[in-house]
């Protein structure tokens, strides 16, 4: 159970970088 629950914190934390990245790449774009 710890290892899944780490898993998906970091899965979501990962995606949560992406999207991150992915905005700020939209904001400087526009």
């Known amino acids: 159970?710890?290892?899944l629950?780490?898993?998906v914190v970091?899965?979501?934390m990962l995606i949560?970088?992406?999207i991150?990245?992915?905005l700020s790449?939209?904001?400087e774009i526009h």
């Open 1 to 3: 159970m710890l290892f």
């Open 5 to 7: 629950t780490a898993g």
């Open 10 to 12: 970091i899965i979501t």
């Open 16 to 18: 949560g970088t992406l």
């Open 20 to 22: 991150s990245a992915e």
């Open 25 to 27: 790449e939209s904001v």
